[in-house]
């Protein structure tokens, strides 16, 4: 069960490893780019190249939904990036459903663990497989495995690596579980250890910048909201978005937000203790470019 590229990887992680798939489940096919023509999800497409049965529910407690489901007779079900399941689906097999999480569980359950741990400067993140139960990402932990992240890596970076990681941790977490080695271990046993961190869903204002903050901070945020769905901040009164930046720590006498430029090299904004140059950007109404391709065809105010 998943629908984007993250869940593709695990899909053909079991196939390679010899795993019968009783049938996939994705999303609905929905319109989507400019034209607004229907998409097929990346793991509908693939499931199409290798004739695999395809199921796209649009409710998951649909009687006909769930009598489908009941026909593949999946002994165990693999849930990588797709919906939340009720208790009727995650529940129907006779090895339960196993979910696969981008954090080292119980820190970060949420939608966007990935982004949140770039943004709180985290240098070290995860893949975990759990048992999937009622409440949200709290499930029996079966397998993790850490995984570092680099000062400068952005949260599209990190996913690329993660989905092939966490493909090989579910082939292992199925080999486990097939063989009888596995042994789950509650998550109420490590959250009660530490101050636990949520991953909720990246809003619109969770977007915007706060030349208000340090470097480092503004920093992490456009790494850890980079490619999608970008920090962003306003120049001559158009949104821009920024994607990728260099930290510049030293003093000054700026106010917070304020842009500077030569005009040919470097674009720069004032922060507490510092600037951010960008060097990667698109403003509203233009394409996503370089810094230097940017000040190319635009003149600073």
């Not at 319109?31 to 998951?60: C, D, N, T, W, Y």
């Not at 901070?217 to 930046?245: D, V």
Request: glycine share 8%.
């Amino acid at each position: 069960m998943g629908t984007p590229d993250f869940a593709l990887s695990s899909l053909e992680a079991l196939m390679k490893a010899g795993y019968q798939i009783a049938g996939v489940v994705t999303s609905p096919d929905k319109p989507a780019g400019r034209g607004m023509k229907v998409q097929e999800s990346a793991v509908k497409k693939f499931a199409m190249r290798h004739q695999l049965k395809i199921i796209q529910p649009l409710k998951l407690k649909d009687p006909g939904f769930l009598d489908s489901l009941r026909t593949l007779d999946a002994q165990l079900q693999v849930v990588v990036a797709f919906r939340m399941l009720p208790e009727q689906v995650w529940n129907m097999p006779p090895m339960g459903t196993i979910n696969l999480h981008g954090s080292l569980l119980p820190q970060y359950r949420g939608a966007a663990p990935i982004n949140w741990a770039i943004i709180n400067g985290e240098k070290e993140t995860g893949v975990t497989t759990f048992k999937m139960k009622q409440e949200i990402d709290t499930g029996d932990i079966l397998l993790q495995e850490k995984i570092s992240i680099g000062d400068d890596e952005t949260a599209g970076e990190l996913h690329d690596r993660m989905k092939i990681i966490g493909a090989s941790l579910v082939v292992r977490t199925v080999q486990g579980l097939a063989d009888g080695t596995l042994r789950e271990k509650p998550q109420d046993l490590l959250a009660d250890h530490f101050l636990l961190k949520p991953a909720p869903k990246i809003i619109t204002e969770t977007c915007r910048i706060d030349w208000d903050q340090p470097v480092e901070t503004i920093h992490n945020l456009i790494r850890g909201l980079s490619p999608y769905p970008s920090a962003f901040s306003s120049l001559s009164g158009k949104m821009l978005k920024i994607f990728r930046s260099i930290k510049e720590i030293v003093e000054h006498g700026e106010l917070p937000g304020t842009a500077k430029s030569d005009g040919k090299t470097f674009l720069k904004f004032a922060c507490t203790n510092g600037y951010i140059l960008v060097r990667e950007l698109q403003l509203e109404g233009k394409k996503k470019m370089k810094v230097e391709e940017f000040l190319r065809g635009y003149r600073l105010q």
